[in-house]
């Protein structure tokens, strides 16, 4: 089944920009989702089909994707962004198996 | 308010049963794939089954397959999940989740699921 690796964990200062990626062979031909999860909280969908933004979701949050890697971007980065981020696409080869990555911690230094 | 609660979580021994419930609110539930996914404690998300909207097909991952089943009472707005032969294994907080398309727009607050002796 396909397979989506995140890095453990970022760190960024607060006012700086957040660059979380995520993993997997020719990710590009997929739609990449991303989800920010609060502690105790539900996960929530920030981004879909790699740069779509939710309604309520700030123009921080942008997405990119290309070979093999997809990006999450925050800009000017808050305290409350602080979270575990999750990405996630449909494997089409695995007849409605939605994937997700393993997750990224971020912390706001 | 769109709004899905999950109710039906709890205690259970290993081998044993349980149903999860779900509730919709504020939206049409007839227009949408509905979903169930899981996170183990301290750990990542993972996506369990789905059913399309009239009840008509359903798609489990494949350590579930044979052991859940995923239904809808489109009458009541709601969504379940029947779980079967539940090990340790299955210990999670479980979502549901609206899936419009092959993401997950809309999630309730989870309910918790214990297999344990």
């Known amino acids: 089944s396909y397979v989506l690796t995140q890095p453990p964990s970022v760190s960024v200062a607060p006012g700086q920009t957040a660059r979380l990626s995520c993993w997997g062979n020719d990710i590009e031909s997929k739609s990449v989702h991303w989800y920010q999860q609060r502690p105790g909280q539900a996960p929530v969908l920030v981004i879909s089909?790699?740069?779509e933004r939710p309604s309520g979701i700030p123009e921080r949050f942008s997405g990119s994707n290309s070979g093999n890697t997809a990006t999450l971007t925050i800009s000017r980065v808050e305290a409350g962004d602080e979270a575990d981020y999750y990405c996630q696409v449909w494997d089409s080869d695995s007849d409605h198996l939605r994937v997700f990555g393993g997750g990224t911690k971020l912390t706001v230094l | 308010e769109m709004q899905l609660v999950e109710s039906g979580g709890g205690l259970v021994q290993p081998g044993r049963s349980l149903r999860l419930s779900c509730v919709a609110s504020?939206?049409?539930?007839?227009?949408?794939?509905m979903s169930w996914v899981r996170q183990a404690p301290g750990k990542g998300l993972e996506w369990v089954a789905n059913i399309k909207h009239d009840g008509s097909e359903s798609h489990y991952m494949d350590s579930v397959k044979g052991r859940f089943t995923i239904s809808r009472d489109n009458t009541k707005n709601s969504l379940y999940l029947l779980m079967n032969s539940l090990t340790a294994e299955d210990t999670a907080v479980y979502y549901c989740?609206?899936?419009?398309?092959?993401?997950?727009?809309?999630w309730g607050q989870g309910t918790l699921v214990s297999v344990s002796s």
């Open positions: 504020g939206f049409t539930f007839t227009d949408f794939w």
């Open positions: 989740t609206r899936d419009p398309g092959d993401e997950f727009d809309l």
């Open positions: 089909d790699d740069r």
